[in-house]
Each structure stands twice: as structure tokens, then as C-alpha cells.
């Protein structure tokens, strides 16, 4: 996706649909970064209460910091791209808003809509 948008594409719907893959892939990477961020500045500043998970992991050490700061730069570079994208292409708001809402709604899907047709 990356490569295919530092082609010039000329179908317009095309555009659009990049456009609104590369917002919804950028919202994604920020926002899981932003909660990794808030559930480690959290923890280690006492306002959270560390889990199991956390304890066992050795709480905060430097492959924890490197992850985070990891998807940090991933998320930075990523929307560094998108907003390129979308200048060089003047797109309008609808793939900010198809890019930023659909991954919610995806993921909201796959997680109460599918286990609740197959659980019974």
C-alpha cells in the first residue's frame, strides 16, 4: 500500500480507495500507539494498577520501551505518508472519514458480531 501510493494513480476511485486505506492505517497505528503509550506512562506513574501479564513481563524494560517508541515512529511515518498522499492528490474529507471510521467498525464487527452468531 505504501509503494502503490507514491505511484501516480489515475482512476479517481482508485485514489479514493487508497486514500481511505491509507487514513484507515493510520488511524489504526496511532491509535494502538496512543494506548500503548497511556497504559505505560499509566502504570509506571502508579494511576493504573499492573496486571498479570505486566508483572510477568518484567514491567518496564528497554524491549518494552523499543516497542512502544517501535509503533511511535511506525505511526509517525505512516501519517506522514497519508497526509502526503492526500495533498498531492487533493482529496476531499469522505476518505478521512471511510479511513478513520472503518477499522472501529471492523474490528467492532469481528469482535461482538462474529462470536456472537457462532457461539450457540
Do not use: Q
Not at 43 to 61: D, I, Q, R, Y
Not at 63 to 72: D, E, G, H, I
Amino acid at each position: 500500500m505504501a509503494l502503490a501510493s507514491l505511484r501516480s494513480v489515475h482512476h479517481r476511485g482508485a485514489r479514493w480507495l487508497l486514500g481511505a486505506a491509507l487514513w484507515a492505517a493510520t488511524s489504526t497505528l496511532a491509535l494502538y500507539s496512543a494506548g500503548n503509550l497511556v497504559i505505560t506512562v499509566g502504570t509506571v506513574t502508579g494511576l493504573l494498577e499492573p496486571t498479570e501479564a505486566w508483572k510477568s513481563a518484567g514491567g518496564v524494560t528497554v524491549r518494552a520501551v523499543a516497542y512502544v517508541l517501535f509503533f511511535l515512529a511506525g505511526a509517525a511515518m505512516s501519517a506522514t505518508l497519508t497526509v502526503s498522499y492526500h495533498r498531492r492528490h487533493r482529496l476531499h474529507w469522505t476518505p478521512i472519514a471511510a479511513g478513520i471510521v472503518a477499522p472501529p467498525v471492523l474490528l467492532g464487527g469481528l469482535l461482538v458480531v462474529i462470536p456472537a452468531v457462532f457461539g450457540r
